[in-house]
């Protein structure tokens, strides 16, 4: 059985891996850096990393 330590280790390994890069490209390309969380979500995290490819970025439309 997974202990709490082990637990807590695994949380901030994806915090760090996974959460904290994401977070930054959403938000340089002027997405809220929330986003970077849907990619926890089965599926979804496809659904996030295809829009993120294909969408009219936020910061493109300030120039």
Known sequence: MVGMIELFV???FVGLIVILPYWKIFSK??????YSFLLLVP???LI???YLAFAEWP???EE
């Open 43 to 45: 599926i979804l995290n």
């Open 29 to 34: 390309a002027g997405f809220p850096g929330w």
């Open 48 to 50: 996030m990393i295809f």
């Open 10 to 12: 695994a949380l901030i």
């Open 59 to 61: 910061i493109h439309k």
